[in-house]
């Protein structure tokens, strides 16, 4: 009867077993199982690294071809636009409906977007055909960083940050040499259609290896109103940061209802959050001092990278005379320098007690090349490479720095909204970044007819005038010092937690924030 009684006991019990075992699944998670997921998410995040910089030395010549200057920023604010409202949205989803799925949906839209880019006839179905583009693209680096964070500690991330590094440098160099190339020899459309078989090979990574990687479902609620209104106030505010000083006057009409229609619908938004059951913005979640104030370190740090990506190759064909292919080659460093300091914060946050001091000493050397730009914006093209460069690695300490400190600083059930919340803001203020920069350059350039029919026409038609192109992208590099600066203000700020390790990652439960200092 006894043994009779353990078996009905073990039975009775067996219908239990499943959930605790597949709680613990990740805890079965070898290193090679780890690194097998980590590998097939490095096509993800060179697709995603090299969407940012393959597109900006093609800018000029696609703005010659459809005989628009002025609304050229828009190919990337209209990426930024949707890449910003959805990035929150996928990491509910992703909790929802499991990591994998939604990566291959993720996938899908931003093949199909590079494909209506790609056949875009002219500047306005360019700029649906990116906006498209930007709701896959708003989840590739974000639902990245979910799944590493499902299987990876915070102290150990650093060990796989050579991993990424490889994807950073190939797409840091790839896509600045590719787009010039495209540009120049082929045609721009070249430039999307790239995209198309990454996409694909992609999906199919994403298929195969992830598999095995553990899920966390949770039930959210959509908040598809919050984010609506949230691209109603945003768009406004941007069409007055581009129009404002070039199709019109900065306190003409137009603009100040633009701007007032933007602070209309921004107190919408936030009277919004505050009633709604579960919000696009979790109130809760910024109010974590880490997650804050990490967010806006790395907003400011993105912000500034995804601006002076943009501008840069324009720089360099007015002021130093470079050809799309060799403006590609010189945005290089800036790109693909971030990855040293990448690396070199992730080796920071495995061995130091005080990992922060890595970000913050390159902040501010990278502050400083910046503000020497600002002050010498006619330097000689070595020169303004090594002051780049400079800069490219003090960026690129941020980026695992404020990454890993904010899933570190949430329970593990929260690290996809946080994670989600965090690429906002950074989308929100690259789109900002690149608005500002770009009513800048139309400003100091100037509302002519002649400036949509080629870099050479314009610079010989704005010589003629006596612009000194080098003092009108002085105040692009002071803009993008500005940014910096804040950057290395939040980060200071930014409270610098104890990471939990070494362990599997979904063994530990992080204790409540005021426990945790």
Same mark, same amino acid.
Request: charged content about 10%.
């Given at each position: 009867?006894?043994?009779?009684?353990?078996?009905?006991?073990?039975?009775?019990?067996?219908?239990?077993?499943?959930?605790?075992?597949?709680?613990?699944? =990740?805890?079965?998670?070898?290193?090679?199982?780890?690194?097998?997921?980590?590998?097939?998410?490095?096509?993800?995040?060179?697709? #995603?690294?090299?969407?940012?910089?393959?597109?900006?030395?093609?800018?000029?010549?696609?703005? /010659?071809?459809?005989?628009?200057?002025?609304?050229?920023?828009?190919? &990337?604010?209209?990426?930024?636009?949707? @890449?910003?409202?959805?990035?929150?949205?996928?990491?509910?989803?992703?909790?929802?409906?499991?990591?994998?799925?939604?990566?291959?949906?993720?996938?899908?839209?931003? &093949?199909?977007?590079?494909?209506?880019?790609?056949?875009?006839?002219?500047?306005?179905?360019?700029?649906?055909?990116?906006?498209?583009?930007?709701? $896959?693209?708003? #989840?590739?680096?974000?639902?990245?960083?979910?799944?590493?964070?499902?299987?990876?500690?915070?102290?150990?991330?650093?060990?796989?940050?050579?991993?990424?590094?490889?994807? *950073?440098?190939? !797409?840091?160099?790839?896509?600045?040499?590719?787009?010039?190339?495209?540009?120049?020899?082929?045609? *721009?459309?070249?430039?999307?259609?790239?995209?198309?078989?990454?996409?694909?090979?992609?999906?199919?990574?994403?298929?195969?290896?992830?598999?095995?990687?553990?899920?966390?479902?949770? =039930?959210?609620?959509?908040?598809?109103?919050?984010?609506?209104?949230?691209?109603?106030?945003?768009?406004?505010?941007?069409?007055?940061?581009?129009?404002?000083?070039?199709?019109?006057? *900065?306190?003409?009409?137009?603009?100040?209802?633009?701007?007032? @229609?933007?602070?209309?619908?921004?107190?919408?938004?936030?009277?919004?959050?505050?009633?709604?059951?579960?919000?696009?913005?979790?109130?809760?979640?910024?109010?974590?001092?880490?997650?804050? *104030?990490?967010?806006?370190?790395?907003?400011?740090?993105?912000?500034?990278?995804?601006?002076?990506?943009?501008?840069?190759?324009?720089?360099?064909?007015?002021?130093?005379?470079?050809?799309?292919?060799?403006?590609?080659?010189?945005?290089?460093?800036?790109?693909?320098?971030?990855?040293?300091?990448?690396?070199?914060?992730?080796?920071?946050?495995?061995?130091?007690?005080?990992?922060?001091?890595?970000?913050?000493?390159?902040?501010?050397?990278?502050?400083?090349?910046?503000? !020497?730009?600002?002050?010498?914006?006619?330097?000689?093209?070595?020169?303004?490479? &090594?002051?780049?460069?400079?800069?490219?690695? $003090?960026?690129?300490?941020?980026?695992?720095?404020?990454? &890993?400190?904010?899933?570190?600083?949430?329970?593990?059930?929260?690290?996809?909204?946080?994670?989600?919340?965090?690429?906002?803001? /950074?989308?929100?203020?690259?789109?900002?970044?690149?608005?500002?920069? $770009?009513?800048?350059?139309?400003?100091?350039?100037?509302?002519?007819?002649?400036?949509?029919?080629?870099?050479?026409?314009?610079?010989?038609?704005?010589?003629?005038?006596?612009?000194?192109?080098?003092?009108?992208? /002085?105040?692009?590099?002071?803009?993008?010092?500005?940014?910096?600066?804040?950057?290395?203000?939040?980060?200071?700020?930014?409270?610098?937690?104890?990471?939990?390790?070494?362990?599997?990652?979904?063994?530990?439960?992080?204790?409540?924030?005021? @426990? !945790?200092?």
């Amino acid at each position: 009867m006894s043994p009779s009684a353990a078996a009905a006991k073990q039975k009775r019990q067996s219908p239990a077993d499943p959930p605790p075992a597949k709680s613990k699944e =990740p805890r079965r998670l070898s290193h090679a199982d780890v690194r097998t997921i980590f590998l097939g998410l490095m096509l993800t995040i060179f697709l #995603g690294a090299i969407n940012q910089t393959i597109v900006a030395t093609a800018l000029p010549t696609i703005g /010659r071809d459809f005989g628009d200057f002025e609304n050229l920023s828009w190919i &990337v604010t209209a990426y930024l636009l949707t @890449s910003t409202a959805v990035a929150p949205l996928f990491g509910k989803l992703s909790d929802i409906y499991g990591r994998r799925a939604v990566m291959l949906a993720v996938l899908g839209a931003f &093949v199909l977007g590079s494909a209506a880019c790609a056949l875009a006839p002219n500047m306005l179905l360019l700029i649906i055909g990116r906006a498209l583009q930007g709701i $896959g693209g708003g #989840g590739l680096l974000p639902l990245a960083q979910i799944i590493v964070a499902d299987v990876i500690t915070p102290r150990e991330r650093g060990r796989y940050q050579a991993y990424a590094s490889v994807a *950073w440098v190939a !797409a840091g160099i790839a896509g600045p040499l590719l787009g010039g190339l495209f540009a120049e020899h082929l045609h *721009w459309a070249w430039i999307f259609w790239i995209n198309v078989p990454l996409g694909l090979g992609a999906a199919l990574m994403t298929y195969t290896t992830l598999r095995r990687l553990p899920r966390h479902e949770r =039930p959210h609620k959509l908040d598809l109103v919050g984010a609506a209104l949230l691209m109603a106030a945003a768009i406004p505010l941007l069409l007055a940061l581009t129009w404002g000083g070039a199709r019109y006057p *900065w306190f003409s009409p137009p603009i100040l209802i633009l701007i007032g @229609s933007s602070c209309v619908l921004s107190a919408a938004f936030a009277w919004h959050l505050t009633r709604a059951p579960e919000p696009f913005l979790p109130l809760p979640i910024l109010a974590n001092q880490v997650v804050r *104030w990490g967010t806006a370190a790395s907003s400011c740090a993105v912000g500034t990278s995804i601006g002076l990506t943009i501008f840069l190759p324009l720089y360099y064909e007015l002021v130093h005379k470079l050809s799309a292919t060799d403006s590609g080659l010189a945005l290089i460093p800036i790109v693909a320098m971030s990855t040293p300091g990448s690396l070199l914060s992730g080796r920071a946050m495995m061995y130091m007690r005080h990992y922060k001091s890595v970000g913050i000493v390159g902040l501010a050397c990278g502050s400083v090349a910046l503000i !020497a730009l600002a002050c010498w914006p006619d330097l000689p093209l070595a020169a303004v490479i &090594v002051l780049t460069s400079i800069a490219g690695v $003090g960026i690129g300490t941020i980026y695992p720095l404020t990454t &890993v400190s904010v899933q570190n600083a949430v329970p593990m059930h929260q690290v996809g909204t946080a994670t989600g919340t965090m690429n906002f803001f /950074r989308a929100l203020n690259s789109a900002l970044a690149v608005a500002v920069m $770009g009513a800048i350059v139309l400003a100091g350039l100037g509302a002519v007819p002649e400036r949509g029919t080629g870099t050479s026409n314009l610079a010989s038609t704005l010589a003629a005038r006596g612009l000194d192109f080098a003092l009108v992208f /002085r105040w692009v590099f002071a803009a993008a010092a500005v940014l910096l600066v804040l950057g290395l203000i939040c980060l200071i700020i930014m409270e610098e937690r104890p990471l939990r390790g070494p362990a599997t990652a979904a063994n530990v439960t992080p204790p409540a924030p005021p @426990s !945790a200092v």
